[in-house]
């Protein structure tokens, strides 16, 4: 008996010592069988993890958001859902996913990554509609969930990277148009790296516009989906992170949406660097001063009232 319990207080004195871990938990968005614009398809769900390590999901038909919730000690109450990039072909779901994910919990953040729904003609009717449905959605899930997960109902942001930066932007520009509008849908502030922002030739990754609008595509359409053209006095502050030399998204996106929200008068940071190209998430060695990124989007979040200091 004596041993059995010196192993326990052993055993106790050791959980004390390990720092608490976020807790992870993975929600489907749409109750089985209720999944909108859902057409019956062959269309599968794939998962690699390519050379550099990043993991590669294609196929997404069924979305989830998986929940990186803050350690109690550390939490600040603020909350992101983070979208991964891909061109709308595919998901960079660590890189640009769970990595940051932590790289918030460590912070007292609370994140969420979203697996959305990638459009596909096969297995979506109106697959233009669909990236957006799931980003608000999953707004919407985390609100309503926030009592259990301590979060500050006014404190949840979107983050998005790339392609997924245009999803950002898009529902920071879209949750209150349509018959779908909805105030739970609205991020509190956006975090937009690298984001595709318009559609327009003169500035869209034809792969993203292509990917997103499908056979639908119009001149309606992309300017609808152009981000920088729908910016209102209800649009949230943002943060943009973007390099000068990137071939695959132009600088001028950012750079036409912080003008958008510049002339809307609403908060906005930008970092532009002139090395870095395009999808490198924290990945910055050898890129000059974008190693700073990240230290820049701590210092505002922590003037934004979203970490401690």
């Not at 109450?77 to 779901?93: K, S």
């Not at 006014?154 to 932007?169: D, E, P, Q, R, T």
């Amino acid at each position: 008996m004596k041993k059995t319990a010196r192993i326990l207080t052993v055993l106790s004195l050791l959980a004390l010592s390990v720092p608490s871990m976020a807790q992870t938990e993975t929600i489907n968005l749409w109750p089985e069988g209720k999944v909108p614009n859902f057409k019956k398809s062959d269309v599968e769900e794939k998962s690699v993890t390519d050379a550099q390590g990043i993991l590669r999901i294609s196929g997404v038909t069924v979305p989830t958001i998986t929940a990186y919730i803050a350690p109690k000690e550390k939490a600040t109450g603020a909350a992101v859902m983070i979208c991964p990039g891909g061109g709308y072909g595919i998901l960079a779901a660590s890189h640009e996913g769970s990595d940051f994910a932590k790289w918030f919990n460590e912070r007292g953040i609370s994140a969420f990554v979203l697996k959305y729904r990638l459009p596909n003609e096969k297995a979506m009717a109106h697959q233009h509609e669909v990236p957006l449905m799931d980003a608000m959605q999953g707004m919407k899930l985390i609100r309503q969930n926030a009592v259990k997960w301590d979060i500050d109902v006014n404190k949840i942001g979107v983050m998005g990277f790339s392609a997924g930066g245009h999803l950002a932007a898009t529902i920071s520009t879209h949750y209150n148009m349509g018959e779908k509008a909805s105030a739970d849908g609205k991020p509190n502030f956006s975090i937009l790296i690298y984001p595709v922002i318009s559609l327009t030739p003169a500035l869209a990754h034809g792969g993203s516009r292509d990917n997103l609008l499908g056979p639908e595509k119009s001149d309606e359409l992309i300017k609808y989906y152009s981000n920088e053209m729908q910016v209102s006095d209800q649009t949230p502050p943002a943060f943009l992170v973007h390099a000068m030399d990137d071939t695959g998204v132009p600088v001028e996106n950012s750079i036409e949406y912080y003008l958008a929200l510049k002339k809307k008068k609403i908060p906005a940071e930008m970092h532009l660097y002139p090395k870095g190209g395009h999808g490198y998430g924290m990945r910055t060695e050898g890129k000059g001063s974008l190693g700073g990124w990240p230290a820049a989007m701590e210092g505002w979040l922590k003037a934004m009232g979203y970490q401690k200091n």
